[in-house]
């Protein structure tokens, strides 16, 4: 699914599902003190798996124990450094960049300098005072120097080794290198065949991946809009020749809503082109579309969830989200840790927009209350009213026998 955390779960015993479970039920019912207890026990069995170590730094993130969870993050890292750690993270947290800062901080005292950057470069996109945007920046120009340093240090690394790779080594290198140009070679040859859904992801996730690049040094944003443009002309080339794909409606729609995100920092500094709002028609109608052809497709509706929350149509994003939930229970019903992945990935959305609409309902019950009059008022006017109909019918009365 798109975003989705791949953590590795082969060889993942009985009990430690369970007591996952258990853990993951606890967190949503925003029971942190069970779950943290849980997940230190699983940590304590099971050291090498990084699921373990996923839930309780996001435990104690949640409770804002951010060296703690710089701690936790690191061993997640190390027991599987494809974890996708960072994203979910990222989730957690839409409204709240002093979270994520002090996470940053946190990640950077523990040296993990990549995954700091990382969060360095959302928080710089979001919306945030002076005084947090200047914190940002003077660690993201220590992280900036310091990763400098590791460049040339392994670069430096690097010649010494070449220096001192015989001959031999030179030869197997070269052997190694001219395999690999061959494979790429055969390999652009059969992409170059027609238009597919796996050469329009391939730009997709290229563009993606310099969006997200740490360093900053390959973020160069009109250069991913082109990679972008890419993926979005072989998603319609395919939409030409077989309008009813929906995977290609549903690619299309994403890559649509990255163009309009990487539109807005573009705007930033030159307003001269489109903004993120601008693609909200196209991104709805392919989603509609993508639906309409695959009703059980967890990622479109998240994304329509998603979409609505942009758009401030809460009861609409909440809808989505509870569907997506309820598909994933249906689909996955013999794999609760795919299920339990899942919601961990919609749960924080849709508990933004439960938040907000009970804002607005407190909002309109107050709003209702100051407006109407009381029950007591209400009769007491009517009453006042009767009154000055009796005055006058008796004044009549007076008239007419004077008369």
Not at 26 to 42: M, P, Q, S
Not at 354 to 376: A, F, I, S
């Amino acid at each position: 699914m798109a975003d989705e955390i791949e953590i590795d779960s082969s060889d993942i015993p009985v009990e430690f599902e369970s007591k996952q479970a258990e853990a993951e039920k606890a967190f949503l019912d925003i029971d942190l003190d069970t779950a943290k207890h849980i997940y230190l026990e699983l940590t304590i069995a099971y050291p090498k798996l990084a699921q373990g170590w996923f839930g309780l730094a996001r435990v104690y993130f949640m409770e804002e124990s951010f060296p703690e969870c710089a701690r936790a993050y690191k061993k997640c890292i190390l027991a599987n450094p494809t974890s996708g750690i960072f994203n979910r993270f990222l989730s957690l947290s839409l409204d709240n960049p002093e979270k994520l800062f002090g996470l940053a901080e946190a990640l950077y005292k523990e040296a993990l300098y990549d995954e700091s950057m990382k969060f360095t470069d959302r928080l710089v996109e979001l919306k945030i005072s002076l005084e947090e945007r200047t914190k940002v920046l003077v660690l993201r120009e220590e992280l900036h120097n310091l990763l400098a340093d590791k460049m040339a240090e392994k670069t430096k690394e690097y010649k010494k080794g070449e220096r001192g790779a015989n001959v031999f080594m030179k030869s197997i290198i070269g052997f190694v290198l001219i395999g690999l140009l061959v494979g790429f070679i055969l390999l652009f040859l059969h992409v170059r065949k027609g238009p597919n859904i796996q050469k329009g992801r391939a730009f997709f996730q290229s563009a993606y991946r310099m969006k997200m690049d740490s360093t900053g040094k390959v973020r160069q944003l009109k250069h991913i809009v082109k990679e972008y443009g890419l993926a979005d002309e072989i998603f319609q080339d395919i939409l030409k020749k077989n309008p009813n794909n929906a995977q290609a409606h549903y690619w299309l729609a994403r890559t649509y809503w990255e163009i309009g995100k990487v539109n807005n920092e573009i705007n930033i500094a030159n307003a001269d082109s489109k903004l993120e709002t601008d693609f909200f028609v196209q991104i709805q109608k392919h989603l509609d579309k993508a639906i309409q052809l695959d009703s059980n497709n967890i990622d479109t509706y998240i994304l329509l969830g998603r979409l609505k929350m942009k758009e401030n149509k809460l009861k609409d994003a909440k809808d989505f989200f509870e569907k997506a939930i309820e598909i994933s229970e249906s689909k996955y019903s013999g794999d609760k840790i795919k299920v339990s992945e899942i919601k961990s990935t919609v749960q924080p959305f849709l508990s933004w927009v439960n938040t907000k609409l009970q804002e607005e309902k407190t909002n309109k019950n107050e709003e209702d209350g100051k407006g109407k009059p009381g029950k007591e008022e209400t009769v007491s006017k009517k009453e006042g009213e009767q009154k000055k109909t009796k005055t006058k019918d008796d004044k009549g009365k007076d008239t007419q026998e004077s008369k």
